[in-house]
């Protein structure tokens, strides 16, 4: 606990936190709350091992080398799917229009704090043995970085575990220093990323240690009512739910009746037509989103503009299949902003377009953040006709759904709505942002944040609402 009886909060990512709105609102609420926060990430290249933010501080720890003595094999690319994936399926006829096919964009085999735990340079073992000391070698490095957070962390009430592969850690240093756990699980993690690529076998044990680890847990919590009914199962416990929505947009927002005029942001740094429509797709740049199936569809969606924003590791592969479609001029890849600044710039756009790969459990039932992001900004939405993200729009009445392996379908989707009258567009928009105002706000998610926090620090009653 910290001087004067406050008390406080470590949240440990498996990354360097440099991107983090779900976090970044959880600290908010948090110190809004009374409570002090530390954020303890990965060290990375440019970063400060200490940072100050705006009432709180991030530590950055370099991840322990493993021991020379066991080797870190490679995960396989990919695992095989009945979906879309890069190449993997059949095009609808007509959807050609591109110089370079996305099949051949730049493939990494595994990416993200997975890969860092149990994968070395240059290195490849056969599947069978190589599995087990993959698991071994994450048991060793999850230790010894732990040790590392002990000694730089300040006492905790309660320790976050952002995802997975932070939750042992937290279980160690709460068995070695005190306190609660509390395991936020993003996703679920055994179906997606590189834990999506192992064996079944594999998987099946990874599940069971997931298991024991959230049932040693003292809380957990997670994004979505489609991962809590998953995880009810998998786990034996039902985790509170807690969306990652922004706050509730102002009344009148940007472009309604009475409120001020809508940005334009892509328009003036891309120098577009004031014509032109935008249609967006934000957030993290990695396969499987649906990117590479809407560069294959804008050249059939007339007048419009892609535009895809965001980070991750396809940034430049992207760029460069940008630049070698037939329509060029029509396709942009841009640089991410930061989260703070990230709803005038979707608010920038016609449509946000989401068409997410149905390749894993995981993106079936995903509620991304740029969902609600985009309902917070009053942005028509296209998305997959999956059962996460689908229930949703048919709920609110805030977009049209697409089948995510078919261009031409993405295509039919994005055109419904640009090309509708205006008082149909002015009615999807006014759908979105009663819904980012009511039940996909984050005061109403952090109610339920703060209750779970509060009861793990035994302070339910001493801190101000």
């Known amino acids: 606990m910290t001087p004067g009886g406050i008390p406080r909060v470590v949240l440990l990512f498996g990354n360097t936190a440099e991107h983090n709105s779900r976090a970044t609102r959880m600290t908010r609420t948090l110190l809004d709350a009374g409570f002090a926060v530390t954020w303890v990430a990965r060290s990375g290249p440019g970063l400060a091992d200490r940072e100050e933010r705006e009432g709180f501080e991030v530590l950055r720890v370099p991840l322990p080398p493993g021991p020379r003595w066991l080797p870190a094999p490679r995960l396989p690319a990919s695992r095989p799917s009945s979906s879309s994936g890069d190449g993997g399926a059949p095009r609808a006829a007509g959807t050609g229009g591109r110089k370079g096919a996305p099949a051949q964009?730049?493939?990494?085999?595994?990416?993200?704090?997975?890969?860092?735990?149990?994968?070395?340079?240059g290195r490849a073992l056969v599947d069978g043995p190589g599995r087990l000391l993959q698991a071994l070698r994450y048991q060793v490095v999850a230790r010894r970085w732990a040790d590392e957070v002990a000694r730089i962390a300040p006492p905790a009430d309660v320790w976050?575990?952002?995802?997975?592969?932070?939750?042992?850690?937290?279980?160690?240093?709460?068995?070695?220093?005190?306190?609660?756990?509390?395991y936020d699980s993003l996703e679920i993690h055994v179906e997606s990323g590189a834990f999506a690529r192992l064996p079944?076998?594999?998987?099946?044990?990874?599940?069971?240690?997931?298991?024991a680890?959230?049932?040693?847990?003292?809380?957990?919590?997670?994004?979505?009512?489609?991962?809590?009914?998953?995880?009810?199962?998998?786990?034996?416990?039902?985790p509170a739910i807690v969306m990652n929505c922004p706050p509730a947009p102002p009344d009148p927002a940007p472009g309604q009746a009475g409120g001020?005029?809508?940005?334009?942001?892509?328009?003036?740094?891309?120098?577009?037509?004031?014509?032109?429509?935008?249609?967006?797709?934000?957030?993290?740049?990695?396969?499987?989103?649906?990117?590479?199936?809407?560069?294959?569809?804008?050249?059939?969606?007339?007048?419009?503009?892609?535009?895809?924003?965001g980070f991750g590791p396809r940034f430049e592969a992207y760029r460069e299949l940008a630049a070698g479609l037939r329509e060029a001029g029509r396709a942009h890849v841009v640089p991410?902003?930061?989260?703070?600044?990230?709803?005038?710039?979707?608010?920038?756009?016609?449509?946000?377009?989401?068409?997410?790969?149905?390749?894993?459990?995981?993106?079936r039932l995903t509620t991304p953040n740029k969902?609600?992001?985009a309902l917070a900004a009053g942005v028509p939405v296209v998305a997959s006709d999956l059962p996460g993200m689908a229930g949703i729009l048919r709920e609110t009445g805030a977009g049209?759904?697409?089948?995510?392996?078919?261009?031409?379908?993405?295509?039919?989707?994005?055109?419904?709505?640009?090309?509708?009258?205006?008082?149909?567009?002015?009615?999807?928009?006014?759908?979105?942002?009663?819904?980012?105002?009511?039940?996909?706000?984050?005061?109403?998610?952090?109610?339920?944040?703060?209750?779970?926090?509060?009861?793990?620090?035994?302070?339910?009653?001493?801190l101000p609402g």
């Open 105 to 121: 964009l730049v493939r990494r085999a595994v990416d993200g704090p997975a890969r860092a735990l149990v994968d070395g340079p």
């Open 400 to 462: 049209v759904t697409c089948r995510p392996d078919d261009p031409a379908d993405i295509a039919r989707a994005i055109r419904s709505i640009l090309e509708a009258p205006p008082d149909r567009r002015a009615a999807w928009s006014a759908a979105a942002l009663a819904a980012a105002r009511t039940t996909y706000s984050w005061e109403r998610q952090a109610d339920t944040y703060l209750g779970v926090v509060r009861s793990l620090a035994g302070r339910d009653q001493m």
């Open 213 to 238: 680890w959230a049932r040693s847990a003292d809380a957990v919590t997670t994004v979505s009512r489609p991962y809590a009914d998953v995880l009810a199962r998998r786990l034996g416990l039902r």
């Open 260 to 309: 001020p005029p809508r940005p334009r942001r892509f328009h003036e740094i891309l120098s577009l037509d004031p014509a032109a429509r935008v249609v967006l797709y934000h957030g993290y740049l990695f396969p499987h989103r649906g990117i590479e199936r809407l560069f294959e569809a804008i050249p059939f969606v007339p007048g419009a503009h892609l535009v895809v924003m």
């Open 200 to 211: 079944g076998a594999w998987r099946r044990l990874l599940g069971r240690r997931e298991r």
């Open 336 to 363: 991410g902003v930061a989260p703070e600044a990230l709803q005038e710039w979707v608010a920038s756009a016609d449509v946000a377009a989401m068409p997410i790969e149905g390749n894993t459990l995981n993106h």
């Open 371 to 373: 969902l609600f992001e």
């Open 160 to 182: 976050q575990a952002d995802g997975l592969v932070t939750l042992p850690v937290c279980l160690r240093l709460r068995d070695r220093r005190g306190g609660r756990v509390l």
